[in-house]
């Protein structure tokens, strides 16, 4: 399956997914461990996808979202942003609406 496939597969499978350095767990950078930490209080599940596991996917996301820069969240399919703008969002409130299915 090509990488891109493998990306689509599970950004609409999933309601939310992190491609993120290292797991929820065990963040291994600190941007992803700021997104961890926005996703953990909101309390919804999400899926963890760890990009230093597969370097054709840690570049393959990049080309996807068009985005330079790790980790990267999607919300049903739509590609959010990184650490800063998910911590804008959840401050200003407009992921907790997103994520409850309003529009902020």
Avoid: H
Avoid at 42 to 59: A, K, S, T, W
Avoid at 66 to 75: F, I, R, S
Wanted: glycine share 10%.
């Amino acid at each position: 399956m090509a990488t891109s496939d493998r990306i689509r597969a599970l950004v609409t499978d999933n309601e939310i997914v992190v491609f993120m350095k290292g797991v929820p767990a065990a963040p291994q950078c600190g941007f992803s461990a700021g997104v961890v930490k926005v996703l953990d209080a909101i309390g919804r599940p999400y899926v963890g996808v760890n990009v230093l596991d597969d370097p054709f996917l840690r570049e393959g996301i990049k080309e996807y979202s068009d985005w330079p820069t790790l980790p990267q969240v999607y919300v049903r399919g739509e590609f959010i942003g990184g650490c800063d703008i998910v911590r804008d969002m959840y401050a200003a409130g407009e992921l907790q609406a997103l994520l409850a299915g309003q529009s902020a």
